[in-house]
C-alpha cells in the first residue's frame, strides 16, 4: 500500500514537473501570464506567472492514482479540495485582479471541504492542558483561520523563494510533530492517512520552490500563494496541531499584521501613494525613508542595513527555521 | 553589534516573544477566568460572571493585538532614527 502511493506521488511530481516545463514555461508565457521581477531591474528575464497550477496538477494526479487504487483518505480529499479552491479563486485574482475585500471573503469558501467533508473537533486543545469543548465555535474558527493563513502567505510572497520556502518550512514542521505524536503513542492517527498527506503536500510544495527559489524561474501567483497558505492552514486542523500551525507561521501572520494595522485596513498596492521600498537600477534594496511610506516588515529589515535582495530572503529563512525548532520544542513541551 | 545582526536578534526576538505569548497565553487567561468565576460566580450569578469574564478576556486579548503593533511601531522608529543618525554622520 505504501508503495503505491509513493509510486503514484513520484508519477505526480513527474507530471508536474513536465506541466511547469511546457505548461508554464511555454504556454502561460505565450498567453501572456508573465511578469518581470520587480527587484531585478537589470534583467530583462520574463518570469511566468501562476506557476502555483503545478502544484494544483501535482495533487490532481496523486489524487486520481489514490482514487484509482481506492485508497484515497477523507483527509486528503478535504486537503486536495481546499487547495482546489483556493487555487482557483488565486487563479482568477492573477488573470482579473479581485477587489481587495472580495478575494479574503472568497477564500472562506476553501474552509468548506473542512466544515462538510471532515467531522470538526468539539474540542480545541491548547498548551499547559488547556482544553475548550466549542463545537460550534470551533467551525467558525475553521471558517476565520483558512482565509487568515492563505492571506497571510500570500501577503508574504515578497521575494524570491519567501511564500514557498516558508509553507515548505510549515508544511515539514507540522509533519514532524504529527509522526513524533504517533510514534509515541499520544495519538492513533493512521499511519497510511498520514503517508498520504504528507506526500499530497511536500513533493508538490517542494516542486514549486524548486523553480520559485531565488534567482526565480517562476513565480507562483496568488494561484500558489492563496494555495498553499489555506493548505497550512487546513493542515494544521486535520492534524489538531492549531497552535503550532500558528506558531509555523508566525513571520508572514506579523508582517500582514504589521501591514494591515499600520495601513488600517485591507489595501491594494496600487493604494499606496509610497512605496515602502526603493529598488535602484542595479538590484540594490532601500527602504523608502519617507515618513508617509508604509510600515513593512521589510522596510523594518532593510532600516536595519540589509541592501540585498538575497540577505532579505536569508534573513525571513533563518527566522522561518528558528520558529520551525522553536515550535516543535516548545509544542512537545507543554502539550 | 553590526546592526544587520542586531536587527535580525530584534526582530526575531520579539516574534518569538509573541510565539511565548501565544503559548503560555490561553493557560493564563484561562487560570483568571476560573479565578474570576470562583470569586464571583456566588456574588452576582453565573450570567454576570460569564460576561465579566469575557469583558476581561476581550481586554487582555486586545491588549496583546495591541502591544504587538507597538513593538513593531517601536523597532521601526528605532531603525529609522538610527538610519538617520548614520547618514548625517557619515
Redesign the interface.
Given at each position: 500500500m505504501y508503495l503505491t502511493i509513493l509510486i503514484s506521488s513520484l508519477v505526480a511530481f513527474v507530471i508536474g514537473f513536465v506541466f511547469i516545463k511546457k505548461v508554464v514555461f511555454r504556454i502561460f508565457v505565450k498567453w501572456g501570464i508573465f511578469s518581470k521581477d520587480v527587484h531585478k531591474p537589470y534583467s530583462e528575464q520574463t518570469i511566468p506567472e501562476s506557476g502555483g497550477t503545478a502544484l494544483l496538477v501535482y495533487e490532481a494526479v496523486f489524487v486520481a492514482f489514490l482514487l484509482l487504487f481506492n485508497k484515497i483518505s477523507i483527509e486528503v480529499l478535504c486537503l486536495f479540495l481546499v487547495s482546489v479552491i483556493a487555487g482557483l479563486i488565486g487563479f482568477i485574482d492573477d488573470l482579473k485582479k479581485l477587489n481587495k475585500v472580495v478575494k479574503p471573503l472568497l477564500t472562506v469558501a476553501a474552509a468548506l471541504p473542512i466544515i462538510f467533508l471532515k467531522e470538526t473537533p468539539s474540542y480545541l486543545f491548547?498548551?499547559?492542558?488547556?482544553r475548550f469543548h466549542i463545537p460550534i465555535i470551533y467551525m467558525l474558527l475553521v471558517l476565520i483561520a483558512i482565509p487568515i493563513t492563505s492571506n497571510a502567505i500570500n501577503m508574504f510572497d515578497v521575494f524570491n523563494g519567501v511564500a514557498t520556502g516558508t509553507t515548505l518550512i510549515a508544511v515539514l514542521g507540522l509533519t514532524v510533530l504529527k509522526l513524533i505524536n504517533i510514534m509515541i503513542g499520544r495519538d492513533n492517527f493512521s499511519l497510511v492517512t498520514f503517508f498520504q498527506v504528507t506526500l499530497l503536500l511536500i513533493p508538490g510544495i517542494f516542486l514549486l520552490y524548486l523553480y520559485n527559489r531565488y534567482p526565480s524561474k517562476m513565480f507562483v501567483g496568488d494561484t500558489g500563494t492563496l494555495s498553499m497558505g489555506a493548505l497550512v492552514g487546513a493542515l494544521s486542523i486535520i492534524y489538531k496541531l492549531e497552535?503550532a500551525g500558528?506558531?509555523f507561521l508566525?513571520?508572514p501572520i506579523?508582517n500582514s499584521?504589521?501591514s494591515l494595522?499600520?495601513f488600517g485596513g485591507l489595501f491594494e498596492r496600487s493604494e499606496l501613494k509610497e512605496r515602502p521600498i526603493i529598488v535602484e537600477r542595479d538590484g540594490t534594496l532601500k527602504?523608502n525613508?519617507n515618513k508617509s511610506a508604509p510600515?513593512t516588515?521589510t522596510?523594518?529589515?532593510l532600516?536595519?542595513?540589509?541592501n540585498k535582495e538575497k540577505?532579505v530572503i536569508n534573513?525571513y529563512m533563518?527566522?522561518n527555521l528558528?520558529?520551525l525548532f522553536?515550535?516543535i520544542f516548545?509544542y512537545l513541551w507543554?502539550m | 553589534m553590526n546592526t544587520k545582526l542586531e536587527g535580525f536578534f530584534i526582530v526575531l526576538g520579539i516574534i518569538l516573544l509573541v510565539g511565548v505569548i501565544l503559548m503560555v497565553g490561553p493557560k493564563f487567561l484561562f487560570d483568571l477566568n476560573v479565578f474570576l468565576y470562583r470569586l464571583l460566580a456566588n456574588r452576582v450569578g453565573n450570567l454576570f460572571t460569564a460576561v465579566i469574564q469575557l469583558a476581561f478576556s476581550g481586554v487582555i486579548a486586545l491588549l496583546f493585538v495591541y502591544l504587538w503593533r507597538l513593538f513593531f511601531v517601536f523597532i521601526f522608529r528605532y531603525a529609522y532614527n538610527k538610519k538617520i543618525k548614520e547618514k548625517s554622520t557619515s
Open positions: 491548547l498548551p499547559f492542558g488547556v497552535i500558528v506558531l508566525l513571520l506579523t499584521f504589521v494595522s499600520v527602504p525613508e510600515i516588515l522596510r523594518i529589515v532600516l536595519f542595513g540589509y540577505e534573513f533563518m527566522i528558528i520558529l522553536f515550535g516548545s507543554v | -
